[in-house]
């Protein structure tokens, strides 16, 4: 098939797929080879490495895991995973039979439901992580957006607003950790709390990290729109949610996901540090359990935990890039 009907089909990323419909045929292999072979010898090089230097090496209370090992402890927690879920449909099929002949005998009481109080697996975990950034991260954007767009817009409000953009920005967020953990504790204490407060105190803590380049993106975004584009909207004297809607967002938007791709970024490491401290059941607390545990099997086990967590890094990163092409009608940009 013709590399142009591959790209058009999206079975090509548009950089390969235009490089191979420019080419003829016979320059196709060597294309192919230099954008798919060179990362394949990369990874073996990678693993080669790997094996031969740091496998077997002695950490005192265990040896550093090869490749095979790590492959076999993920492979674990798959296994485990399933066994769990499969716990879990029993005791809800107990319950449900337990319900039946409750019901049965004692017509028109009322059967007291229990929930399942198994341990979460590892992909319970993932699961965790990934809700708790993506809080954090729409937290950081409903406040990054409009600041961003008032800094633009105004240079009275970005001149007034950069002392703090500058002097927060840097903070890591071990020192943010603290005054969210009081605040979250003393400010957070309903009957019948809906979210956890170890994550909640994750989820502001990202975003207190996060903010920041979606915040500065958007700010020089709306301040480099052509002002012939304002003036036509002074004529017109159309209203400012109008002006922000038709023309200041839509021009600003390739730089606000540039911050949006940042700042997710940013979040997913942030979060990993801040769940290890706030105690949050997601990966970070995953690693911290598996360093406290220091049996032979817990460093292969964390170092499943360090390729999830860049996977996952760069399927995220992904997905915010194909959300800015679809969003921004830049099918061509890398």
């Known amino acids: 098939m013709n590399p142009q009907n591959l790209l058009n089909l999206g079975l090509l990323p548009n950089g390969m797929g235009r490089l191979l419909a420019a080419r003829p045929p016979e320059c196709w292999a060597k294309i192919i080879l230099a954008q798919l072979g060179l990362p ?11 094996s031969h230097f740091l496998a077997g090496l002695d950490v005192g209370f265990a040896t550093m895991p090869g490749p095979s090992d790590v492959w076999k402890a993920a492979a674990g927690l798959y296994q485990d995973h399933q066994t769990e879920r499969q716990r879990q449909a029993d005791f809800y099929r107990r319950q449900d039979e337990r319900r039946s002949q409750f019901l049965a005998e004692n017509p028109g009481q009322t059967f007291q439901e229990r929930r ?42 970005n001149t007034a607003l950069n002392p703090f953009i500058q002097i927060f920005r840097p903070v890591s967020p071990l020192a ?4 969210v953990m009081i605040l979250v504790g003393s400010l957070y204490n309903p009957p019948e709390p809906f979210f956890e407060k170890a994550f909640l105190t994750s989820a502001i803590t990202v975003a207190l990290c996060c903010l920041w380049p979606t915040l500065i993106n958007t700010a020089v975004g709306v301040a480099s729109i052509d002002n012939d584009y304002l003036n036509v909207a002074r004529v017109l004297r ?13 021009a600003a938007l390739p730089y606000i996901f540039t911050g949006l791709r940042l700042s997710l970024g940013v979040g997913w490491m942030v979060l990993i540090a801040a769940e ?40 995220l990163d992904r997905l915010m890039l194909v959300l800015q092409t679809a969003v921004t009608f830049e099918p061509n940009k890398r």
């Not at 159309?238 to 839509?250: F, G, H, V």
């Not at 706030?278 to 817990?298: E, I, T």
């Open 116 to 157: 399942y109080s198994g341990r979460p697996t590892y992909l319970d975990q993932i699961g965790t992580s990934l809700k708790t950034v993506f809080a954090g991260f729409f937290i950081a954007s409903c406040i990054a957006v409009p600041l961003g767009i008032l800094c633009g817009l105004s240079k009275a409000f």
């Open 176 to 179: 943010w950790l603290p005054i």
């Open 276 to 315: 290890m401290l706030a105690q949050n059941p997601g990966l970070g607390k995953f690693v911290w359990d598996m360093f406290q545990n220091g049996s032979s099997q817990s460093l292969a086990l964390i170092m499943v935990a360090i390729f999830t967590i860049g996977i996952i890094g760069f399927a």
């Open 40 to 50: 394949l010898l990369a990874l073996s090089v990678f693993l080669g490495l790997w």
């Open 238 to 250: 159309l209203s400012w949610p109008t002006r922000i809607a038709k023309i200041i967002l839509p």
